[in-house]
T-cell receptor
C-alpha cells in the first residue's frame, strides 16, 4: 500500500511563528504536492516538486516555501504564520501520469 | 472560467436512488481524469480513473466526453455510505503531472 505520512494531524501555532509541515512517502514517487483546503474553495495547490531540489509554485505560493532535499520528503514552511493560513493542509505524491495519493492532512490553526 | 468546474450540490437522495455528477474541464489537451471521494475531515482518496471508453466498477460508472470536455460519474443503488464529497480531477497538460481539482460535489444519501 502506498503510504503518505504527514507529521501532525493537528497543530496550533501563534501568529509570526515559523511553521514546518513534513510529509514523507514510501513509494519512490517523483512528484510531491502541497495543497490547502478551505470550505467552499476546494483544494488549492501551494507548491509542488517533480524531483529532488526542484520546486514549482502552484496557485497560491505567497507566504509559503518548500524544501525537497530527499526524494521521499517534502516540507512546507510557513515563514511567519498568519491567521489567514489557518486551514487543512494536504500533502500528496504521484508518479508520472498516475493518480495522486494523499496524506491524512494537517489541520493548522494560527492564533 | 475555472479549469475544472463541478456543481457543488448538495445532492440529497434516498437510498437506492441513481445519481449522476458532471464535471467540465477547460483544457482540451488534458489526458488523465479521475474521480476522488472525500469523507468529512478526511483526505481525498481515489475512487476511480476515467478512461476514454468509459469504465465501470460495481455500482459506479465513469464516462469521458472529450468533444464536450466533460466527465461524469453515475452511482446506482445509492447506499448511506456513499455520502461524501466527490472531486473531479484532471491533469494539467503543461507537465509535472500536476493535478487540478474541482471544488467537489457533496452527496447526502438518506434512509
Amino acid at each position: 500500500d502506498v503510504k503518505v505520512t504527514q507529521s501532525s494531524r493537528y497543530l496550533v501555532k501563534r501568529t509570526g511563528e515559523k511553521v514546518f509541515l513534513e510529509c514523507v512517502q514510501d513509494m519512490d514517487h517523483e512528484n510531491m504536492f502541497w495543497y490547502r483546503q478551505d470550505p467552499g474553495l476546494g483544494l488549492r495547490l501551494i507548491y509542488f516538486s517533480y524531483d529532488v531540489k526542484m520546486k514549482e509554485k502552484g496557485d497560491i505560493p505567497e507566504g509559503y516555501s518548500v524544501s525537497r532535499e530527499k526524494k521521499e520528503r517534502f516540507s512546507l514552511i510557513l515563514e511567519s504564520a498568519s491567521t489567514n493560513q489557518t486551514s487543512m493542509y494536504l500533502c500528496a505524491s504521484s508518479s508520472t501520469n498516475t493518480e495522486a495519493f494523499f496524506g491524512q492532512g494537517t489541520r493548522l490553526t494560527v492564533v | 472560467r475555472k479549469e475544472v468546474e463541478q456543481d457543488p450540490g448538495p445532492f440529497n437522495v434516498p437510498e437506492g436512488a441513481t445519481v449522476a455528477f458532471n464535471c467540465t474541464y477547460s483544457n482540451s489537451a488534458s489526458q488523465s481524469f479521475f474521480w476522488y471521494r472525500q469523507d468529512c475531515r478526511k483526505e481525498p482518496k481515489l475512487l476511480m480513473s476515467v478512461y476514454s471508453s468509459g469504465n465501470e466498477d460495481g455500482r459506479f460508472t465513469a464516462q469521458l466526453n472529450r468533444a464536450s470536455q466533460y466527465i461524469s460519474l453515475l452511482i446506482r443503488d445509492s447506499k448511506l455510505s456513499d455520502s461524501a464529497t466527490y472531486l473531479c480531477v484532471v491533469n494539467d497538460p503543461g507537465g509535472y503531472n500536476k493535478l487540478i481539482f474541482g471544488a467537489g460535489t457533496r452527496l447526502a444519501v438518506h434512509p
